[in-house]
């Protein structure tokens, strides 16, 4: 029986590799964001370099693990939200902010477009307090170089309960841009805006 002994080299190395993998998951930072429908808000942070993974779900409201259909409803309170789960030595939570603030419109009240209702408002859940001031000055800052050509109506409030959305609504643009009209005719522009736009912070 041939015994298989790892050189102090190779012990060297798979420590190192379990204390990288722990420093990054230890390092990692999430925050809710609300834009509208969450198909293009997952699809834009999930084609991110620096973003572990974007989540649509619902948060923001008073009935505990909500369906789709009761959030359309407009009657739970929750808006559609995308967790942005995001490595803050590779992209900051101020550059994810301006990368939100730009691709939806912050100023219209409770509706993107044509969808219309609370669960449609722009929100961004924070954390803690550092993302709260991060959020407020960002806001500030896009407000004073007259981005938006009206007052930006973002909610920011502190974060709640996230509800994970049903699984067919994860990843949903790509798994269905061929067949959904949805999907052709209001994300897939915002999604190849975005990605001229910011082509450089791109995923590779």
Same mark, same amino acid.
């Given at each position: $029986?041939?015994?298989n #002994? ?8 798979? &420590?190192?590799?379990?204390?990288m993998r =722990? #420093?990054?998951?230890?390092s990692m &930072? ?11 808000i ?9 973003v &572990?993974?974007? /989540? ?9 693990? @909500?369906t ?5 409803s ?5 808006? &559609? ?6 490595d @803050? ?13 730009t $691709? #939806?419109? @912050?100023?219209?009240?409770? +509706?993107?477009?044509?969808? /219309?209702?609370?669960?449609? +408002? ?9 993302? +709260?001031?991060?959020?407020?000055? =960002? ?14 109506v973002?909610?920011?409030s ?5 509800? @994970?959305?049903?699984?067919? #609504? ?10 959904? $009209?949805?999907?052709? $005719? /209001?994300?897939?522009?915002? /999604? ?13």
């Amino acid at each position: $029986m041939v015994k298989n #002994h790892l050189s102090a080299t190779d012990v060297l190395l798979l &420590e190192a590799k379990v204390l990288m993998r =722990v #420093h990054t998951v230890w390092s990692m &930072e999430s925050i809710l964001l609300a834009g509208g429908c969450f198909w293009c808000i997952e699809t834009i942070f999930n084609e991110l370099r620096g973003v &572990e993974s974007a /989540v649509s779900g619902y948060s923001g409201g008073h009935v505990e693990n @909500p369906t789709y259909e009761e959030v359309c409803s407009g009657r739970t309170g929750h808006a &559609e939200v995308v967790k942005v789960t995001f490595d @803050p030595e590779v992209i900051s939570l101020r550059e994810i902010l301006e990368i939100f603030f730009t $691709m #939806h419109d @912050p100023t219209t009240l409770n +509706r993107q477009g044509n969808d /219309v209702g609370t669960q449609y +408002r722009s929100a961004v859940f924070y954390a803690d307090e550092e993302q +709260r001031k991060t959020t407020e000055e =960002v806001i500030s800052e896009f407000e004073q170089k007259g981005i938006w050509k009206n007052k930006i109506v973002t909610e920011v409030s502190e974060l709640g309960t996230f509800y @994970p959305a049903e699984d067919y #609504h994860q990843n949903y643009f790509n798994n269905n841009k061929n067949s959904n $009209m949805y999907c052709k $005719m /209001v994300v897939e522009p915002k /999604v190849i805006k975005f990605r001229k736009k910011f082509f450089d912070r791109l995923k590779k």
